[in-house]
């Protein structure tokens, strides 16, 4: 079991610029989370999904898409970077939605200039 | 609104003795409760849980204790390690919700 990938590792976007933070998983989990960790602070929910076709905004969701076709997919869109979106990304799984633990990725670390 | 504080940017311990690292939240609806630890260049790994239904959840080295009344939680590590030197997270869970809240975190140094 790979467990949570993520690709890419490291990111430099301009202003502007658009992109996909992609996550999967192999643990047939239904639910899926994205997480950013801005520094010397905790992780901020973007969106979670609690299985293909349902996601939900989480505390921090602007700037931000997700779509869920699959079970194993939960990718992030960025439309128009902005620097405020500099940050680590983290995608994470679980296989309850309440009372269990989170599998997480290795991150991606995005920097927008 | 921090709902989850971890007060302590940081710790230092000496190898050998006990680690407490401290959590305080401000929901009365969480009702379940997680400790992460987190090296660099990774993501956070699950470590321990507790359920608002017990006050004490213990696992080899690490305990985690649950005050309720004072919405505070602690984890113990007994005897700490150098493999122990991390960020540790706290994050709690509200009762019917999928979300889940995280602290900022503590980095613990364990020095040999």
């Known amino acids: 079991n790979a467990g949570v990938t993520q690709t890419p590792k490291f990111r430099i976007l301009k202003i502007g610029q658009s992109m996909t933070l992609q996550c999967t998983q192999d643990?047939?989990?239904?639910?899926m989370y994205w997480y950013r960790q801005d520094p010397g602070m905790g992780l901020k929910l973007i969106y979670y999904?609690?299985?293909?076709?349902?996601?939900d905004k989480g505390e921090v969701p602007n700037g931000y898409n997700v779509s869920r076709s699959t079970t194993e997919d939960f990718p992030l869109r960025l439309e128009l970077a902005a620097p405020s979106q500099t940050s680590v990304y983290f995608c994470?799984?679980?296989?309850?939605?309440?009372?269990?633990?989170?599998?997480f990725g290795p991150g991606t670390r995005l920097t927008v200039l | 609104d921090q709902q989850v504080k971890q007060n302590s940017p940081s710790l230092s311990v000496q190898e050998g003795r006990i680690s407490i690292l401290n959590c305080d939240y401000t929901?009365?609806?969480?009702?379940?409760f997680l400790w992460y630890k987190k090296y660099p260049a990774e993501g956070p790994t699950f470590l321990i849980s507790?359920?608002?239904?017990?006050d004490k959840n213990e696992d080899g080295r690490f305990t985690v204790f649950l005050n309720k009344s004072a919405k505070h939680l602690s984890l113990h590590i007994v005897p700490s390690q150098p493999g122990d030197s991390a960020v540790y997270f706290c994050?709690?869970?509200?009762?019917?919700?999928?979300?889940?809240?995280f602290g900022t975190g503590t980095r613990l140094k364990v020095l040999a």
């Open positions: 994050s709690s869970q509200a009762s019917g919700t999928y979300k889940y809240i």
């Open positions: 929901n009365s609806m969480f009702d379940y």
């Open positions: 999904s609690v299985g293909a076709g349902i996601t």
């Open positions: 507790i359920s608002s239904i017990k």
């Open positions: 643990m047939n989990h239904n639910y």
């Open positions: 994470a799984s679980s296989l309850q939605g309440s009372s269990g633990e989170q599998f």
